[in-house]
Each structure stands twice: as structure tokens, then as C-alpha cells.
């Protein structure tokens, strides 16, 4: 079984910026694309950003430009920095592998964007 652990969250102003982590229990980035998703209040879970095991990286129209997915294999951590923050930012953030393996799901970093 794999824990992702996520961190990194907080209250942050518009235009402002995070970087967020999360910490896998085992060695899973060099097998598996990894993404990171975000769920808002009333709204489904969306993928924002994912990274290949070959570093490919791609990500949600919404992010593009502003949002960059890392990870390091070694440190068994994937990140994800958010510039430029905006208020439909706020969600609760989570990582997963790509396509997400529902016993995965760790408890997320809470993100919320506000003057």
C-alpha cells in the first residue's frame, strides 16, 4: 500500500504563491505519472498537473502558466509551485498517480486564495 502525504497549504493573498509537496511512502515516481488535483466546495475533483516518469509534464487550461509540476525520484516527492494565485484557486489539493488509484488518496493540503 502507498500513502501520498500532502503539504504546503495555507491562506495566501490573490497573486500571491505556495509550494506545495507531497511525500510518497514508496519509491512510485519512477513508475508511475503522477498528478496533482484539486477539489473546490460543490465541485468535482479535477487534475491540474501531471508529470511523467520521464519528466513530461502537462497541465489544466486553467493553471497553464502559472502553475509548475516537479518531482524528485530520490526524495520520493512531487511538487507543485502556484504563482499568480487567484480566488478560484482555493481548493483542497491532493496528489495521485495518473489515472488516480482510489486507495491512494491522501487527506490533501487545503488552499484557499483571499484578500
Known amino acids: 500500500q502507498v500513502q501520498l502525504v500532502e503539504s504546503g497549504g495555507g491562506l495566501v493573498q490573490p497573486g500571491g504563491s505556495l509550494r506545495l509537496s507531497c511525500a510518497a511512502s514508496?519509491?512510485?515516481?519512477?513508475?508511475?505519472?503522477m498528478g496533482w488535483y484539486r477539489q473546490a466546495p460543490g465541485k468535482q475533483r479535477e487534475l491540474v498537473a501531471a508529470?511523467?516518469?520521464?519528466?513530461?509534464?502537462n497541465y489544466g487550461d486553467s493553471v497553464k502558466g502559472r502553475f509548475t509540476i516537479s518531482k524528485d525520484n530520490a526524495k520520493n516527492t512531487v511538487y507543485l509551485q502556484m504563482n499568480s494565485l487567484k480566488p478560484e484557486d482555493t481548493a483542497v489539493y491532493y496528489c495521485?498517480?495518473?489515472?488516480?488509484?482510489?486507495?491512494?488518496w491522501g487527506q490533501g493540503t487545503q488552499v484557499t486564495v483571499s484578500s
Open positions: 514508496r519509491s512510485i515516481l519512477s513508475i508511475y505519472t
Open positions: 495521485n498517480v495518473r489515472p488516480a488509484i482510489s486507495g491512494y
Open positions: 508529470i511523467t516518469t520521464g519528466g513530461r509534464v
